[in-house]
């Protein structure tokens, strides 16, 4: 495992940490694929590919409230919450706007510094 500053996770590492951040219940991750436990005990597989994927991505960002805006260089800014002094918390950005609201959502949830394994760099 390697450390990485959240603001620095892109491709199969930021989607491998949206996954550690946003599955449940024994889902793993592994190769690029979701591995998912069904009500009868069976594997089920899946491609996941949320910072390329708005069909994964979308439902996350909106069921977190992760607010998404771009400034007037094209920069995507992506932050969840406020303080009490109205600071946006958990600020992200990027040239996308899936990769930035993706990693403020795994700063929201993991933090701003992520064990990543590091095949996945």
């Known amino acids: 495992m390697a450390k990485v500053k959240t603001g620095k996770l892109t491709g199969p590492a930021l989607d491998w940490a949206v ?10 991750f592994e190769d690029g694929r979701l591995y998912l436990l069904n009500d009868a005990g069976h594997r089920l597989v899946l491609r996941y590919a949320p ?8 439902p996350l960002l909106n069921q977190h409230k992760i607010s ?10 992506a932050y969840a919450g406020y303080n009490l002094n109205d600071e946006q918390r958990h600020m ?5 706007e899936l990769v930035a609201g993706l990693r403020c ?17």
């Not at 996954?19 to 793993?28: H, Y």
């Not at 910072?51 to 979308?58: E, H, L, R, V």
């Not at 998404?68 to 260089?73: E, V």
């Not at 992200?92 to 996308?96: A, G, L, V, Y």
């Open 19 to 28: 996954a550690k951040c946003s599955t449940k219940n024994g889902a793993t």
């Open 51 to 58: 910072s390329t994927d708005w069909a994964q991505a979308g």
């Open 68 to 77: 998404r805006t771009i400034d007037h260089s094209g920069l995507w800014i």
């Open 92 to 96: 992200q950005c990027d040239r996308s």
């Open 105 to 121: 959502l795994v700063a929201l949830n993991l933090g701003e510094v992520v064990d990543v394994p590091e095949e996945l760099l």
